[in-house]
């Protein structure tokens, strides 16, 4: 049986009460597909092994890693941060890129229409207004300036190499 046959089977099975994805995913059988059930998870901020009810469960299956607890911390920082520091002027300009709103969003997608509030996750404070491109980007480099330094000397590397 394959994994969405079996998903579908255990959301027929459930169809007759209420439960939250959760029970679905922490119910898919071991023995036809070989995964073993979830029951608790691993926060990766915390660090908590917790039931699998404090975390978000998409419809696709996935579990989402952060808790609902340190989730609605983080909420609770970004709001105090937003309340104490002014948005951007229309002329802003991203501090990293240097591009405007305009130019971040220029092809209509929603999300690049405005800044994003960037903040330490370690002092929970206020570091400035980005564009979502460097933000995503900063947090991929796990907001550590030598994991940053260490990027950066790998593509001047490529530029002299390719004498760019």
């Known amino acids: 049986m394959k994994q969405g046959e079996l998903f579908n089977d255990v959301c027929e099975t459930y169809n007759s009460t209420s439960h939250s994805d959760a029970d679905l995913i922490a119910s898919t ?5 070989g995964q073993k059930p979830i029951d608790e998870v691993e ?5 908590i092994h917790q039931d699998i ?10 579990i989402k890693r ?11 920082v ?24 305009q130019e971040i969003g220029r092809h209509g997608q ?34 550590n300036p030598d994991n940053a330094h260490r990027a950066f000397e790998y593509l001047v590397k490529h530029r002299m190499t390719n004498g760019i």
């Open 110 to 143: 929603k999300s690049m229409q405005s800044w994003v509030l960037d903040h330490c996750h370690e002092t929970e404070t206020f570091r400035g207004w980005i564009c979502k491109p460097c933000n995503t980007g900063i947090g991929q480099l796990q907001d």
């Open 66 to 76: 952060t808790c609902r607890s340190c989730k609605a911390g983080h909420r609770a």
């Open 78 to 101: 970004i709001n105090k941060l937003r309340a104490e520091n002014k948005y951007p002027d229309e002329d802003y300009s991203c501090p990293i890129c240097t591009r405007t709103i």
């Open 53 to 62: 009810s404090n975390f978000n469960v998409m419809p696709s299956g996935e």
């Open 43 to 47: 926060c990766i901020k915390c660090g």
């Open 29 to 33: 059988s071991t023995d036809q597909i």
